[in-house]
């Protein structure tokens, strides 16, 4: 696999068949193995630049007239692209650190929250590996926090003192819908572990996957939590 930056078999096939970017085919081989996006899906796409997992999730979402919406939330301004897309799909310039739940969910489909929800964020790599691998699970958690209800999360046996300081002071249920599914990018690392721990009671299945597109000089790892248990109220 080449390095970072320079063109390879998914640069190459991303530019042939219209993807944005390579990373699509991340989320093509998530979405083959798991089919977490079915017709009709709510799905979430947070760090949603430069677009590439909005194309294959309206792409998955099947004919038009099947229904379902791809809402994107990223820090950049993300246009949604042409190809693979359609109406259904729509994009929020906003910090997901800072943005109230409230807010999201009014994005959803009759403000019931959503079926899916990829996170797909990733720190500025420093090179620093503590430093980012701390950066990542602190985005990882926001994205649990925002799926799954704070009782959920404080009824788990895994201890949270250190991975918290990032989730906001908000009680309304999460945005994940029961029996729904959640992807989380991490980087690899003992705290990565932890946060396994964290979600593996709230969902049905919790595993961990590096899709063949990651390059071979990145620590990044997908964990693929199925089935949304219900979620524990206040």
């Known amino acids: 696999m080449s390095g970072a930056g320079v063109p390879d078999f998914f640069y190459r096939e991303a530019q042939r068949l219209g993807y944005v970017a390579r990373s699509a085919f991340k989320l093509l081989q998530i979405q083959k193995q798991h089919k977490l996006i079915t017709p009709g899906s709510s799905v979430l796409d947070l760090g949603c630049a430069p677009g590439a997992w909005l194309q294959v999730a309206c792409q998955s ?16 301004k993300v246009k949604v692209p042409q190809l693979y897309c359609d109406s259904r ?3 929020v310039c906003a910090d997901v650190m800072k943005l109230p739940r409230n807010r999201i969910r009014a994005l959803s489909p009759q403000q019931k929250g959503f079926s899916v ?7 500025p790599v420093s090179g620093i590996t503590t ?4 950066l990542s699970v602190e985005l990882g958690m926001r994205a649990l926090d925002i799926a799954v209800s704070r009782a959920s999360l404080e009824q788990t046996e895994a201890n949270l003192d250190g991975l918290v300081s990032c989730l906001d002071d908000e009680n309304d249920s999460g945005l994940l819908q029961k029996g729904g599914h959640l992807v989380i990018k991490l980087l690899e690392s003992e705290d990565g572990q932890e946060f396994r721990r964290i979600c593996k009671p709230l969902f049905r299945k919790a ?3 590096r899709p063949k597109a990651t390059r071979s000089s990145s ?3 997908y964990l693929i939590c199925q089935g949304l248990q219900s979620q524990a109220k206040k």
């Open 117 to 123: 929800i990829f996170s797909d964020m990733c720190p």
């Open 219 to 221: 620590r990044e790892i």
């Open 61 to 76: 979402l099947g004919p038009l007239a099947k229904g379902g919406v791809v809402v994107g939330i990223d820090i950049k």
């Open 89 to 91: 799909a729509q994009t």
């Open 131 to 134: 430093k980012d691998s701390a």
């Open 207 to 209: 595993s961990w996957l």
